[in-house]
């Protein structure tokens, strides 16, 4: 559970008093049978984000950027760990702000002094925060009448407690010394701000990575609730595991200093995985590991390299974020490379195979990030650049077995895809969504043929995901995924059915079309508990649907609609070790060989990560 504290210590009256705020961030205990994969598709199951983020629990307001750069769809819920933290709620927001009572303290005023001044007016000079009639509504109470001397300092403090109230802390109102003109008597307002901040990092994260994500926040002038919400946001950064932060009187009065400590999150982060959701085309059983990097240069970049294979397929994915301003907006570069040969039977005596190279280059830009200790949020765009090229051959020749390859079995794609992305999470709830817009733009030598399919399309592509907390370790998840077409898609693009990630109870891509829609429902269960090893075994009942279809051509299958249901086992072992085993059953029948135990609708799977 998060725990945030913000004290305010007032030493003295406002304008001759020293303050200290001390801020601490911390986190507690952190085609029917005979479909075969020629040519692969876009990845849906490809993490949103490149990096690896924080768990983050519906419990809380830790907020996984989702998606952080280089996205592709919204990140699988598995086969990732989910972090298991106990449900206790966040702390009220008065909590987050202890203040002293009277907040803020009003100037102790002098003994009565005789004779009295009528105001007709206060002239406020230097205020830059409230408008004019928000000012006139605080002094209403002090004009057009007789004031003693310790009415008009307390018209002054009303302003000060104005500007305390509101988060300005160390702002202020002083009525200097003057002859008033026709019942005129001027008010001037000081507003305080940072004279520096100072940071400290225990790792290689470079210190201005923190202090310009601040210093947007910080004015001038200071409110100390904007930089409540910025150390907020930065507790959720992956890169940071903890922070505490002490704001204080600099130089003058209204010029204050801001020294904060930083405990960076362990960088390195090296996993292996294994587990049978491939296509049974290239071999279900898929084996792989993980290299991932948070801040290999100390700038908040991240490397991240994966290494899979089955008995058919080879795969490296490499890509590489780099933060380019302190609102957390990033560009990126991913290579990936992937070599199919088909061994399925009879299929494998045809010697087929498939070579194809992805290149995207990604800009991402958040737009709304919020945090208080009820609810965060993330409202992100992005725009991709992407390039595909595809090679396929028969019997070591080059061959057109795709639709839409040229007579050399060569397929070649650019696209642009716009996407958005909002990630909200309350104390009990997670959302994610996400959309994206494909235009194929057919330059750059991409195929163009007479006929769809080719490298001129248009497509949208629409995912969400609800993560709903019932009770303790029980969860309640709800997804889907929808794709719509304007024109026929070359396989790249195509959307699949069928697997663990879609439809359970049959097997990886069993329906490929152009258009297609999924949802699913699943709860998690728990049944047993290791507290020894934090771990914990969950039931997760299920139920999947989906459903495809073609633009302007016929689906090549009898039935486009699969359901399935079923029932898995979940076993998490902290945030290291995850292991899980899914039975699901077809409710719609389709032909199937049953070789594999992906095709009677068993999927099993296993991630370690190291750190």
Do not use: C
């Given at each position: 559970?998060q725990?945030?504290l913000?004290?305010?210590?007032f030493?003295?009256p406002?304008?001759?008093?020293?303050?200290?705020?001390?801020l601490?961030?911390?986190?507690?205990?952190?085609?029917?049978?005979?479909t075969?994969?020629?040519?692969?598709?876009?990845?849906?199951?490809?993490?949103?984000?490149?990096?690896?983020?924080?768990?983050?629990?519906?419990?809380?307001?830790?907020?996984?950027?989702?998606?952080?750069?280089?996205p592709?769809?919204?990140?699988?819920?598995?086969?990732r760990?989910?972090?298991r933290?106990?449900?206790?709620?966040?702390?009220?927001?008065?909590d987050?702000l202890?203040?002293?009572?009277p907040t803020?303290?009003?100037p102790?005023?002098?003994?009565?002094?005789?004779?009295t001044?009528?105001?007709k007016?206060?002239?406020?000079?230097?205020?830059?925060?409230?408008?004019?009639?928000?000012?006139?509504k605080?002094?209403?109470d002090?004009?057009n009448r007789?004031?003693t001397?310790?009415?008009l300092?307390?018209?002054e403090?009303?302003?000060?407690?104005?500007?305390?109230e509101?988060?300005?802390?160390?702002?202020?109102?002083?009525?200097p010394p003057?002859?008033?003109?026709e019942?005129?008597?001027t008010?001037?307002?000081?507003?305080g701000?940072?004279?520096?901040?100072?940071?400290?990092?225990s790792g290689?994260?470079?210190?201005n990575y923190?202090r310009?994500?601040?210093a947007?926040?910080?004015?001038?002038?200071?409110?100390?609730?904007?930089?409540q919400?910025?150390?907020?946001?930065?507790?959720?950064?992956?890169?940071?595991?903890?922070?505490?932060?002490?704001?204080?009187?600099?130089?003058?009065?209204?010029?204050?200093?801001?020294?904060?400590?930083?405990?960076?999150?362990?960088?390195?982060?090296?996993?292996?995985?294994?587990?049978?959701?491939?296509?049974?085309?290239?071999g279900?059983?898929?084996?792989?590991?993980?290299?991932?990097h948070l801040?290999?240069?100390?700038?908040?970049?991240?490397?991240?390299?994966?290494?899979?294979?089955?008995?058919g397929s080879n795969e490296?994915?490499?890509?590489?974020?780099?933060?380019?301003?302190?609102?957390?907006?990033?560009?990126?570069?991913?290579?990936?490379?992937?070599?199919?040969?088909?061994?399925?039977?009879?299929?494998?005596?045809?010697?087929?195979?498939?070579?194809?190279?992805?290149?995207?280059f990604?800009?991402?830009?958040?737009i709304i990030?919020?945090?208080?200790?009820?609810?965060?949020?993330?409202?992100?765009?992005?725009?991709?650049?992407?390039?595909?090229?595809?090679?396929?051959?028969?019997?070591?020749e080059p061959?057109?077995?795709?639709?839409?390859?040229?007579?050399?079995g060569?397929t070649?794609?650019?696209?642009?895809?716009?996407?958005?992305?909002?990630?909200?999470?309350g104390?009990?709830?997670?959302?994610?969504?996400?959309?994206?817009?494909?235009?194929?733009?057919?330059?750059?030598?991409?195929?163009?043929?007479?006929?769809?399919?080719?490298s001129?399309?248009?497509?949208?592509?629409?995912?969400?995901?609800w993560?709903h907390?019932?009770a303790r370790?029980?969860l309640?998840?709800?997804?889907s995924d929808?794709?719509?077409?304007?024109?026929?898609?070359?396989p790249?693009?195509?959307?699949?059915?069928?697997?663990?990630?879609?439809?359970?109870?049959?097997?990886?891509?069993?329906l490929?079309?152009?258009?297609?829609i999924?949802?699913?429902?699943?709860?998690r269960?728990?049944?047993a508990?290791?507290p020894?090893?934090?771990?914990?075994?969950?039931?997760?009942?299920?139920?999947?649907f989906?459903?495809?279809w073609?633009?302007?051509?016929d689906?090549?299958?009898?039935?486009?609609?699969?359901?399935?249901?079923?029932?898995?086992?979940l076993w998490?072992?902290?945030?290291?070790?995850?292991?899980?085993?899914?039975?699901?059953?077809?409710?719609?029948?389709?032909?199937s060989?049953?070789?594999?135990w992906?095709e009677?609708?068993?999927?099993?799977?296993?991630?370690?990560n190291f750190?």
């Amino acid at each position: 559970m998060q725990k945030i504290l913000l004290n305010l210590l007032f030493l003295k009256p406002y304008w001759t008093f020293t303050p200290v705020l001390l801020l601490s961030l911390g986190i507690g205990n952190k085609v029917a049978a005979s479909t075969v994969e020629v040519v692969p598709r876009k990845d849906n199951n490809l993490s949103a984000s490149p990096r690896p983020q924080k768990p983050l629990p519906a419990t809380t307001t830790k907020l996984a950027q989702l998606p952080s750069p280089l996205p592709e769809t919204i990140p699988p819920v598995e086969p990732r760990p989910f972090p298991r933290p106990e449900p206790q709620p966040l702390p009220p927001p008065e909590d987050f702000l202890e203040e002293p009572t009277p907040t803020p303290p009003i100037p102790e005023v002098p003994p009565e002094l005789p004779g009295t001044i009528t105001v007709k007016e206060f002239n406020v000079v230097g205020s830059t925060v409230f408008s004019p009639e928000e000012l006139e509504k605080v002094l209403a109470d002090f004009t057009n009448r007789p004031l003693t001397f310790a009415e008009l300092l307390q018209a002054e403090a009303a302003i000060t407690r104005l500007y305390v109230e509101n988060g300005y802390i160390n702002s202020g109102a002083i009525i200097p010394p003057q002859t008033p003109k026709e019942g005129i008597v001027t008010v001037q307002v000081i507003e305080g701000s940072l004279e520096d901040i100072q940071v400290t990092t225990s790792g290689r994260l470079n210190p201005n990575y923190v202090r310009s994500r601040l210093a947007i926040a910080s004015g001038p002038p200071l409110n100390v609730n904007r930089l409540q919400e910025a150390l907020q946001l930065l507790q959720l950064d992956p890169l940071i595991n903890n922070l505490s932060a002490q704001l204080s009187v600099g130089s003058s009065r209204e010029q204050w200093l801001l020294e904060v400590e930083v405990e960076q999150t362990p960088a390195f982060r090296p996993g292996i995985f294994a587990n049978n959701y491939r296509n049974p085309s290239i071999g279900t059983f898929e084996r792989g590991v993980e290299l991932n990097h948070l801040n290999l240069l100390g700038q908040g970049d991240a490397l991240n390299f994966a290494y899979k294979n089955t008995d058919g397929s080879n795969e490296f994915d490499g890509r590489y974020t780099f933060p380019i301003n302190p609102y957390n907006g990033t560009v990126g570069f991913r290579f990936r490379t992937i070599d199919n040969e088909i061994v399925e039977p009879p299929f494998d005596d045809l010697d087929i195979e498939s070579d194809t190279n992805y290149y995207d280059f990604v800009f991402r830009q958040p737009i709304i990030r919020t945090a208080s200790s009820d609810f965060s949020q993330e409202l992100a765009f992005g725009l991709t650049f992407s390039r595909a090229e595809n090679e396929t051959s028969l019997l070591g020749e080059p061959f057109p077995i795709s639709q839409g390859a040229n007579q050399e079995g060569e397929t070649r794609l650019s696209a642009l895809r716009f996407f958005q992305e909002w990630t909200g999470r309350g104390r009990n709830d997670v959302i994610l969504a996400r959309s994206q817009f494909n235009l194929g733009i057919g330059a750059f030598d991409a195929t163009i043929n007479n006929e769809e399919p080719d490298s001129r399309f248009f497509a949208w592509r629409g995912q969400g995901q609800w993560l709903h907390l019932l009770a303790r370790d029980t969860l309640f998840l709800l997804r889907s995924d929808v794709q719509l077409s304007t024109t026929s898609l070359v396989p790249m693009e195509q959307f699949g059915l069928g697997g663990f990630y879609t439809v359970r109870g049959y097997r990886q891509d069993a329906l490929v079309t152009d258009n297609g829609i999924v949802a699913s429902a699943e709860v998690r269960l728990p049944i047993a508990r290791v507290p020894e090893v934090q771990g914990i075994l969950q039931l997760t009942p299920f139920i999947d649907f989906g459903v495809g279809w073609n633009t302007d051509r016929d689906v090549p299958f009898d039935k486009n609609t699969l359901v399935g249901a079923g029932l898995g086992l979940l076993w998490q072992s902290g945030n290291n070790l995850t292991a899980r085993f899914d039975w699901g059953i077809p409710l719609v029948d389709i032909d199937s060989r049953d070789r594999t135990w992906q095709e009677q609708g068993l999927y099993l799977s296993l991630q370690w990560n190291f750190f």
